[in-house]
Structure formats: C-alpha cells, structure tokens
C-alpha cells in the first residue's frame, strides 16, 4: 500500500475477548504497521479509529489535514470543513465522559485516551493507548507529533500541577488545562485563599497552619463545627467537616502529624462552617474571557440522606435548581471573572475549566466560594457531557486560541443524573477484581442512558472487574429529574455486581426543589 495516499483503510477480524484483552492498543499496534502519510511540517494525517463495542472489526482511517478553524460556531450542526484528532489524558470516568463528547463532535477525526480503561475501549468512544507514560512530557509530545494531534484535553488534576501543559504548550500543541502555575488554584488551597483576599472573592474566613498546637488552639477559639483541609492535593479526601472539637483535633492530627497525605498535608487550611447547600459551578476559560457550562450538583458524602465520609462524588445532576439565572450571573461577577483576572495580573493566565465548589448561603442566599478545581468535575462531567449538544472540540479549541468570545454553547433541555457504583468499603479500603456483569443489558434499558466506566478492567476470562474505588457512572436523561433518576436506577437494577454498592437518592434536592414548585 503507497503511504503517499491521504486515505488509508485497514479491517481485521477480532473475537470480542481477544478484543477486550487488548483494550483496543494491542489491535492498533496490529493494524498500523505501515506508515502513515505526513504533512509538509512533519506531522502525520490525523485518523479516524472507530473502534466496534465488541471488537468484530476495527477500522483505520487517515484524511488530509488542512488545518484547524476555530472560529466555527459551535451551534452548527453543519460538519465543518477542518478537523481535528484529540489526545484525552486519564482514565477515569470523566475522561470517559470527555471521549463520549469528542467522539460526538462534528469536527473530530479521532479521538485517543491515555491510559484510558476498558469500558473507555469497548465503548468505541475512544482509543486508549494505556502504555503511554502520561507523566512523561517527552512520551506525550511524541505521541501527538506522530499521530497528528492537533489538541490534547488533561482530564485529572496531577498532570496539569506537574506541568504537562506548560510543556505541550512549549512544542506548539494546543492544549486545553492550565499551566503548572495555573493550576495552584486547586495545588494548593493557601494559594487559592490569597488569591481570594487579594481580589476580593467571597469565600469562608480561613487561617493557615503548619504546626498542630496552633491549629488545635484555633479550632479551640473558633469552635464547632470547622472545616479542616489538606492544603495539597488529596484525591478528594484531604476535606474533614468537624461537627465537634475532637473530630477536628484528630483530622489536625491525620494531616499534620501522623502525615497520612504525605506532602499534601504537611500544610492545613482551617476554615468556617458554611451553612447552606452546595453547587458546581463551571466555566470555560481562555486566559481573559470565561464561558459558563450549564450547573450541576454533586453528592459528596458516601451515603443515602447525605451521611458518612465525604468522597469523590456519588452521583450528581444537571441542572441544579438553586443556581438561577440570577446566582449565576453573580457568580460570573463577583468570583469567576475576578479569578481570571487576578491570575493574569499575577502573571499566570488561566487556560481551561475553572470548576468552582460554591456554598450559597443559607442566611444570605449568596454564593461563596469553597474551592477551585481545575479541571471537569466527576461525576458532574458525565452529567454535562450528556446534555451538550455543541461541538466540543471547536470549544475547547476556541479556549486555547483564546477565541471563546466566538463561541456559543448549546445543551439539551433535558435534565441529566449519575449514579456512581462503587465498591464496597469505599471510601475506606476496598477489594479489587470483582466480577460486573450485565453491563450491555443495563445500557439497553433505555436509549437515554449511558454507562461511563471509572474504574473497570478485564479478567483473563474478558469479564469486566472493578478496579478502583468508585467504578461505573450510570447516567441517564429525562424531561424531569423524576425520569431521569427513574431510567438510571432502572439500569443499575440490571446490573449484577454483588460487591458493588450505589446511594438510592441521587437527586433528591432536585425532586424536593420540583415538588415546591408544583405545590
């Protein structure tokens, strides 16, 4: 075959455990064992990889490149003229989410997941490449000059603090997530309380500490309940609400020092109780302008009626009723828009989501900010990814070019829930390798939901089994939260995962909030 055409076709023949085994890399290494034509700057084509949900064929396709054209409106449905291969970084259920987006996108050739996992790879809705080193720059870089990615999307928050954008960046690739510098906002909470003195953003009234008889003697002047925060990051854990003294002087103890989160918690933040109920708050940022996602809310604590440890998320829905058109508008005003100009006056503009944990508060009905996180929440992400309906990519583009002032965003009116399965004992310890079955059937419950895969892997028999601690995101829509929750519990009754556990009340501020107002 002449590696001087611009279109390449390759088909094989895979059994679906053979195609699970390899998690889709095995068949690319397979499949592209010729080369692949290049551009006049040394770049090869980008693909098109349409990976079958049970591996019977996969299918290799390379198209001229033209360029990228960011300034397409994202509302059109119309196929535009210029496309674009994405590289997503992670493997986790946002991720999952994001290839779901991206693969979704008029304008995207391929779409490629490192590490990916293999629910990601059986789904189709991207190619993993699970022996990539994510955390080796050079590795990245490489990978995208020789696949033609034209944008690279960091998924979790360590790459983006060791500084894998700055040097994606650096070799001329757009990518989408801040710069090490940047990403402070979520490194390190003492940063993230300075910036909020400094410019002025409403947030908890806060000390930091090192030493831990002066954080226990500020807990003692302060009283309970507290809050008590890892100043690092924590994997979502470093965040304890002490509702009495001792349980903030053992938190203080935990970080400071018995060191259970290492360097992470070598520095604490001890702030004030918000009373009040929480929100996800979104925002695309390009370095000077911010585009608002539509909200969600997140289900922090690990069980039913909001009891227990706090955890990654248990579930979440879009939108969240308590974020009017009103808060968000003073959400923009008074702490999105400030942040983004207080980090380019601080000389590191902010490139990417801006993810904003907000208390509104019960006396005031104001918002205040809790934390930033600087990247796509999860499991809100899977929620938003459900309901946009734009081109993602052009998006995501348009912020790297810092274009998002030419861009619109379009969702779909119906609402969105998660339910996260996850195994048993998490948040605590947790066994792994646990049989699921039933997944194809549990999708197939309804053409409105979508399993998003966190944390699964396959046995040597092609079984899927968990992996992580939090391993499906069941995600449903409906016209209501009511039809929603009902198709996405529906499918988790279809699931046979005995070790597996869910919260049975994902979405229940939404349902009291429709309620009150059919009453």
């Known amino acids: 075959m002449s590696c001087a055409s611009p279109s390449i076709k390759a088909s094989l023949k895979f059994g679906a455990k053979a195609f699970r085994k390899s998690c ?59 496309r674009v291969t994405v590289l997503v970084i992670g493997g986790g259920g946002r991720e999952h989410a994001l290839c779901y987006a991206l693969e979704r996108s008029p304008s995207c050739d ?18 993993c490449i699970p022996d990539l080193e994510i955390t080796n720059s050079e590795a990245v870089i ?26 994606l960046v650096k070799a001329g690739i757009p990518t989408f997530g801040p710069s090490s510098e940047a990403a402070a906002l979520e490194g390190s909470k003492d940063f993230m309380k300075k910036l909020c003195d ?107 009626g909001d009891v227990g440890p706090n955890t990654g998320g248990m579930g979440a829905y879009s939108p969240a009723p308590i974020v009017t058109e009103e808060l968000k508008k003073k959400v923009m005003e008074s702490i999105i828009l400030p942040t983004v100009k207080g980090m380019a006056d601080e000389g590191c503009k902010f490139v990417g989501v801006l993810y904003a944990g907000l208390m509104i508060e019960k006396k005031s009905g104001l918002p205040k900010l809790i934390e930033y996180n600087v990247r796509f929440g999860d499991p809100e992400c899977q929620v938003l990814m459900m309901r946009l309906e734009s081109d993602l990519a052009q998006v995501l583009l348009a912020a790297c070019h810092g274009e998002l002032g030419k861009v619109s965003l379009t969702w779909s009116p119906e609402l969105a829930t998660v339910v996260v399965m996850a195994s048993e004992g998490y948040p605590g310890a947790y066994k792994k390798g646990s049989v699921i079955k039933n997944l194809d059937e549990a999708e197939q419950v309804s053409p409105a939901v979508k399993i998003f895969h966190a944390g699964t892997a396959f046995d040597t028999d092609g079984n899927f089994v968990a992996a992580a601690g939090r391993v499906l995101g069941v995600t449903a829509k409906g016209k209501d939260i009511e039809e929603a929750r009902a198709k996405a519990y529906d499918a988790l009754n279809v699931v046979d995962w005995p070790e597996g556990f869910y919260r049975h009340d994902i979405g229940w501020r939404a349902l009291k909030h429709q309620h009150m107002v059919a009453h």
């Open 24 to 82: 889709v890399p095995g068949c690319l290494k397979s499949t592209i064992s010729f080369p692949l034509p290049q551009t006049p700057d040394g770049l090869y084509y980008p693909i098109r990889l349409q990976n079958r949900a049970y591996g019977s064929n996969l299918i290799v396709t390379a198209f001229k490149s033209r360029g990228l054209n960011t300034t397409l409106s994202s509302t059109s449905p119309k196929v535009p003229e210029e």
């Open 110 to 127: 391929a779409v490629f997941c490192a590490p990916g996992n293999s629910g990601i790879a059986q789904s189709g809705d991207a190619t």
């Open 142 to 167: 490489s990978f995208c000059r020789n696949w033609g990615v034209r944008l690279v999307v960091v998924g979790p928050e360590a790459p983006l603090v060791a500084g894998l954008a700055n040097d």
């Open 198 to 304: 400094k410019y002025n953003i409403p947030t908890a009234k806060y000390r930091t500490f090192t030493n831990p008889a002066d954080a226990k003697q500020y807990v003692k002047d302060q009283g309970a309940p507290i809050v008590v925060k890892a100043d690092g990051l924590a994997a979502g854990k470093g965040v304890v609400v002490a509702m009495t003294l001792d349980e903030a002087f053992e938190a203080i103890d935990t970080m400071l020092v018995e060191g259970s989160f290492g360097s992470a918690g070598s520095r604490i933040i001890i702030e004030e109780f918000l009373e009040g109920e929480e929100a996800s708050f979104f925002a695309l940022v390009d370095g000077e302008a911010a585009l608002p996602l539509e909200s969600a809310q997140d289900h922090k604590r690990v069980g039913d």
